[in-house]
């Protein structure tokens, strides 16, 4: 009985956890494994950074992480004060708005680590502070005062950066090694951005198709936060250029997960998705929409569907892993979430009317219009709060404007694109081409053309009033935007009106 007694008092064997928290691991209690915040933390207040990888689970390694452990820290040398300037400029305040409000923290540490060790990637870094700087009314708040006055004398030493970036660049393209190949991509990416800054959408749109070849022969062994800030580039330039579609689309359609075990693969899978509806809008469902009415095989709407039901599957299974996030999270991750349903309704809103030429069909989706104008007036007030005070805010990544801007055109209800074209006007930042107060003068005169002359409490707006596509057409040089909208003023299985006008840039 005695043995019995000390055999019932013994602790119970169990196979050692190799995935919680390290807080759990520190304390020797079992942890739950639940993310961001497992249970044993978040009752005990203490810090919990979530369950880590099994230690067995192969992982691929950039060559960012590898260098990371070989690293010693150096001094880097400068040709002069003002070059050594703008490179910390960069690292302090410019890295913090490229992604806007979604920025991914194993980005930013690619960046940083490319800036400090390659030398392509650091002139065009430090291209991309002089021509911020020179945007700026003011110096940055951080800086006491100037070294240097806006001017010829800015712009020419960026210009000079620039030059000298794009020549050590061209060398590495000549190396087909891995390492050479994702930092060829990170500088990429700032060009694209120095470029859009400095009003060149075109050389932008070059660089980017440039680099979208080299990511399509690399076999798909990349960094995936290299290759997740150029499939939204990919996006992008897929909303913003008629007819152009995604390059970079998942060819294989495989079941959404019932569970996200992190964050970026809930991103990942609702970028794929959206890269994939805007292929099909543009490459298949465009000649049903716009090119005249026709019957809709039934194929096509068997498969809109599916990638409707895709979405929603996506949206159970991301409610089921982070139920509790936005409530636990960093004030970071918060605006990643909120960005990530934005994207979703306008994936939602998209994916269910591509195929339809009434424009009457954007009827249905009031609600999803609404969710979009919320969560998109929480990520401006969220930002003019966080932001640094005088700061221009020229974001490489696609945000809020294209939704806002889609809900101004695509919502008749005129409340609701009413308080989107606010938004629009008082968006903070320029999102890569996507300027808010572009768009919101735009957006502004398609109202007064649809809802011209009408009662809009009793008529409403009729299809044949309805402007069914947008062309823009910006001259920086003069200052002027081209718009042309056109409409079927004779009901959708009319012929198309183009009304063209000429307006000054905001």
Not at 351 to 364: A, F, G, K
Not at 441 to 448: D, G, M, N
Request: proline share 4%.
């Amino acid at each position: 009985m005695e043995t019995a007694g000390i055999g019932s008092m013994r602790r119970k064997s169990h196979t050692k956890s190799r995935t919680g928290c390290r807080t759990c691991k520190v304390r020797r209690v079992r942890c739950d494994e639940t993310w961001p915040s497992c249970r044993n933390c978040s009752t005990t207040g203490r810090r919990c950074d979530g369950p880590s990888s099994p230690s067995a689970k192969p992982e691929r390694v950039s060559f960012i992480q590898v260098s990371m452990s070989t690293l010693h820290p150096v001094r880097l040398l400068y040709e002069n004060e003002q070059e050594a300037h703008y490179a910390q400029l960069f690292l302090d305040h410019v890295l913090c708005v490229m992604s806007g409000y979604s920025t991914r923290p194993a980005w930013r540490s690619l960046m940083v680590q490319a800036v400090h060790e390659e030398v392509a990637v650091r002139h065009v870094a430090i291209a991309v502070s002089a021509v911020l700087y020179e945007k700026s009314a003011t110096p940055v708040s951080a800086i006491s005062s100037p070294l240097w006055k806006h001017g010829d004398e800015n712009r020419r030493f960026s210009l000079t950066r620039y030059g000298k970036g794009l020549s050590a660049l061209r060398k590495m393209m000549c190396c087909k090694d891995h390492r050479s190949v994702e930092v060829t991509l990170i500088c990429g990416a700032l060009c694209i951005w120095f470029e859009l800054i400095a009003g060149e959408p075109l050389m932008a749109l070059n660089h980017l198709d440039q680099c979208l070849k080299i990511i399509s022969g690399s076999g798909g062994k990349l960094d995936p936060s290299i290759s997740y800030t150029f499939s939204k580039l990919d996006l992008q330039a897929a909303t913003y250029i008629g007819r152009r579609p995604p390059a970079i689309v998942a060819t294989d359609m495989k079941p959404i997960q019932y569970i996200f075990d992190f964050f970026d693969e809930a991103e990942q899978c609702l970028l794929e998705e959206y890269n994939r509806i805007y292929s099909f809008k543009r490459t298949v469902a465009a000649r049903y929409r716009y090119l005249g009415p026709d019957w809709i095989p039934m194929e096509l709407l068997a498969y809109v569907q599916l990638l409707r039901d895709r979405l929603e599957h996506w949206e159970s299974t991301y409610k089921f892993s982070y139920a509790c996030q936005k409530a636990e999270g960093t004030p970071q991750l918060a605006q990643r979430v909120t960005l990530l349903f934005i994207n979703y309704h306008t994936a939602l809103i998209t994916v269910s009317t591509c195929l339809y030429p009434e424009e009457t069909i954007y009827d249905r989706f009031l609600s999803s219009f609404q969710q979009i104008l919320s969560l998109a007036k929480v990520l401006i007030e969220g930002y003019f709060a966080q932001r640094h005070q005088n700061w221009p805010g020229f974001s490489l990544d696609m945000g809020i404007i294209q939704p806002l801007y889609m809900t101004a055109t695509k919502c008749r209800n005129s409340d609701v694109r009413q308080h989107a074209i606010d938004l629009l006007s008082s968006a903070p930042v320029i999102e890569g081409v996507w300027d808010g107060r572009t768009t919101a003068l735009v957006s502004r005169r398609a109202k007064e053309l649809e809802e011209e002359g009408l009662e809009r409490a009793t008529d409403g707006i009729p299809e044949y009033r309805r402007i069914h596509s947008i062309g823009l057409d910006v001259n920086a040089e003069l200052h002027q935007i081209e718009i042309a909208f056109r409409r079927r003023l004779n009901g959708f299985d009319g012929e198309w009106n183009d009304t063209i006008e000429i307006h000054s840039l905001p």
